[in-house]
């Protein structure tokens, strides 16, 4: 196995993850999972100790399962438990969030009831930026605010978001998980193709029990659940994703 050394300060810091340069590799770079845990837009901020390789190893698992139905992303190799080798993108100033089920801010912008699943996956565009607290944006809001090149850009962008829910959502559903919703971002390599990157996991979805409804992500934190049920919902993820007991 190849080795690979990364700068001694971090590029990037952001809430739940470090990004560093890797030496002598200019088109990779090592994301390092932070054991905070934060809400309202990081106004509030915990530590779990352990959440970091969770986050991790559930995200490279999943970036895994994409990579064989032939959805790119930014995963290269996982290197330890808390850091990732990955490919370097112009990251999008955009988020994408796909919905199967109506819950959470969906149900404060319109008459859905909360817990309704959708009569189809629904696709939403956020612009990134925490000054104006990642707003819905449209096509010509996109456009506008130059996240994407063109138009058909935005339609690739939100296909390739169907396709990783279809890959997920099946995947869920065979160890009993209901993925709820899930945010993405996107990066441009510099052959201008554009790929998944960030993470997959319980900060970044919305995961429910099959059976019980129960939730199993970033919201046990967001409703005051405490940070051991948090550190648990988020081990019971990874339990199920590997399928034996850590």
């Known amino acids: 196995m190849d080795t690979y050394q990364k700068a001694p300060q971090p590029l990037y810091e952001g809430k739940a993850s470090r990004l560093y340069e890797v030496v002598d590799q200019p088109n990779l770079l090592i994301i390092e999972r932070k054991d905070d845990v934060t809400k309202l837009d990081g106004e509030v901020r915990d530590h779990i100790e352990g959440k970091g390789a969770y986050t991790n190893r559930i995200s490279n698992q999943l970036f895994r399962q994409l990579g064989k139905h032939g ?49 189809a996956p629904l696709v939403e565009l956020d612009y990134k930026d925490d000054e104006y607290h990642d707003p819905l944006i449209n096509h010509d809001h996109a456009l506008e605010l130059g996240v994407v090149n063109n138009e058909d850009e935005l339609y690739g962008i939100e296909e390739l978001a169907r396709s990783v829910n279809t890959v997920l959502w099946n995947f869920f559903k065979k160890i009993g998980i209901i993925l709820v919703d899930f945010k993405l971002e996107f990066g441009r390599l510099p052959n201008d193709k554009i790929i998944v990157i960030d993470e997959i996991s319980p900060d970044t979805c919305r995961f429910w029990d099959a059976k019980t409804k129960r939730s199993l992500d970033k919201d046990v934190f967001r409703t005051g659940m405490g940070i051991d049920a948090t550190f648990a919902a988020y081990r019971e993820v990874f339990d199920r994703l590997t399928a034996k007991p850590e």
């Open 71 to 119: 959805i790119p992303t930014h995963f290269v190799q996982e290197l330890t438990d808390r850091e990732t080798l990955i490919q370097r993108t112009s990251p999008l100033l955009l988020e994408v969030i796909v919905r199967n089920y109506a819950t959470g801010s969906l149900c404060k912008r319109l008459p859905i009831k909360d817990g309704t699943l959708l009569r």
